[in-house]
């Protein structure tokens, strides 16, 4: 389903391949751009390299999908894009500002301020209210108990689930613990709202309602970043980045990687 | 993350872990609940001896001269070897004593001993017998209730009468009006003249097993057998008289015993004060005794408390994580666990000082002990528990504050 703003213009490769070149900051058309990634680990003496050089641009409004089997590197440069890890080597761009030689707690602020997580397990606190749950980056930013209650409200109603914000976790279904993981994603209205494997513990009925979530957000404007390794749930998206052995083995938009494996 | 909700949050794992924190919290509480107890009973120990029991044996502007001081006591041995040389106290000198001193003085002659009384209505028992002169009854306050006090005439005579005390009337006296009536002691009768108001106990010792007659009359056979006298007490109308009148008594007595300057005094001259002196030392021992013990519960509790919150760290790393990639800092977590030991530390205090008060009261209605509630312990105790809970948190929160975000949100 082929709607308006799907169609709205896509960054050119070549506009990507200028961005990634150049020094310092990008302009504000891009949310992300990496310049050369890397990351090592050691591992008791011999050194993993999870990425070996990554460039990556991705432009405010895009809905991109990352891709790959596992131990290509996909978490890992999803941690990094994430701001939960710094590179090794390389520079990374967010919102125009290096995150790359961040502290830690500078790291958070950021984390707080720009990007929304949705995970695969949820991780919402058991133990707290999905209004809770949803108020709890606002908690972070230092933002009064009043507002914060407002805009979890606003938040949860958004993903339709404003008639269940008093529930705790475990009184909710699948489909709607990620609908509250969602909307406590975008409570903060980050730049980017970064989901690992959104609908890896979901049935497929559930998994397609999620999906529409994200389209919906996707068709107003946020800046959605998908970590998955099932190309029919990449496909969902507008461009897909395809990791392999740390590395971008492919970067194309929808129709081309539907076409390339025959979905 | 406010403080408010971190409290709430720690109290919230407090109710559905109750076992579990009641196992936490039990070092604190019980070193809380020793502190609170002991605290009570040496302050009401100490507002009893300061407020009653000192102005029942010494009223305002009152002092004793006698051979022995009443309670400061010698300090060494050798102190104590020098007043068993001091000279005996006569009667002439409290006569002599008395002739130094302006007329409006009241004064007392005092010599006490004990011995077993009879009636024919009541076994015999053994009382606190009283021999004294001058302005006995003014000066201790006691309150004739039934009959009268002794005259002047049967001081000087030496009249075997008594004025006798509320637990000798109901005890030899059964449903009778003791007055007129006929007490033997040792086999002599006494009339009972006069019957004085109930005085209570101190520290359960009974303040109304006593009998009062006068100096001259037989009971000084037993009270002061060598004829000599314990002592007496005078009391003037004013603190600085009384300090005056001190001086004068000093003087008078080193004058009469011939003692050069550089000698000390041979005999005693004390107020209340001293006695309240005396017992203020007693007190701060047995403050200093008293907290040390339960300071051990608090450091074991202290340890309980931060094993516990290392568990708590391992068990919610996953939390942590969570908390942590929604933009938590390394502070706010540090202070979400501070915070937690804290408050479960400050409620095992609370709940401490509960029980600490619950102990004090029981001891105080079980024993003769007094108890009275020092506002300072119940803010030292509840800082305490603070302390203990914030100084016990440090480790386990620092190392929650400074997990890997990544690795924290794998953990199952």
Known sequence: ?263 | MPLFEAVRLALATIRVQKLKSFFTLLGVTIGVMFLIAVVSIVEGMSKYVEEDFIGRFLGANTFTFRRWPDFDGPDSEAEWRAMQRWPLVYKDDARYVVASLPKDVRWAIETDGRAYASTQYARPRETMLYAVEGDYFQIKNYDIIAGRAITQQEYQMGANVLVIGDEVATHFFPNLNPVGRELRIRGVPYTVVGRIEKQGSLFGMSMDKLVIGPLESDLSRITNPRGDIDGMMIKMPTTTAMYDAMEEVREAMRGRRHLRPAQADNFSIETSESALREFKEVKNVMTIAGTALPMIGLVVGGMVIMNIMLVAVAERTREIGIRKSLGARRRDILRQFLVEAATLSTVGAIIGIVLGLTAAKLIEANTPLPAAVAPWSLVVATMLGLGVGIVSGVYPARRASRLDPIEALRQE
């Open chain 1, 1 to 263: 389903m082929q709607t308006e703003a799907a169609e709205a213009p896509l960054h050119t490769t070549a506009e990507r391949q200028v961005v990634v070149a150049q020094d310092g900051a990008p302009d504000t058309r891009w949310v992300i751009v990496t310049r050369g990634i890397k990351r090592e680990y050691d591992m008791g003496g011999e050194v993993v390299r999870a990425l070996r050089g990554v460039d990556l641009a991705i432009g405010r409004n895009e809905y991109v999908a990352i891709m790959g089997p596992s131990g290509s590197g996909k978490s890992t440069l999803m941690n990094i894009l994430g701001c939960l890890d710094t590179p090794t080597a390389g520079e990374y761009w967010l919102n125009g500002t290096q995150v790359s030689r961040m502290t830690d707690d500078q790291l958070a602020r950021i984390r707080n301020k720009e990007i929304g997580f949705v995970f695969q397990t949820f991780n919402l606190l058991p133990r707290a209210t999905a209004l809770h749950n949803v108020e709890l980056p606002l908690v972070y930013a230092g933002i009064s108990a009043e507002t914060r209650k407002r805009m979890a409200k606003e938040a949860l109603e958004r993903v339709q689930l404003d008639g269940r914000m008093h529930h705790k976790p475990n009184e909710l279904s699948g489909g709607q613990r990620q609908r509250v993981a969602i909307a406590r994603a975008l409570v903060n209205n980050p730049s980017i709202l970064l989901a690992d494997e959104p609908t890896g513990n979901l049935d497929s009925t559930t998994s397609e309602e999620i999906m529409r979530v994200f389209e919906g957000l996707a068709e107003q404007g946020q800046t959605v970043i998908m970590v998955t390794h099932e190309p029919d749930i990449a496909s969902h998206a507008r461009r897909v980045v395809v990791i392999r052995d740390g590395v971008i083995a492919s970067d194309d938009r929808r129709e081309t990687f539907v076409e390339r494996h025959g979905l």
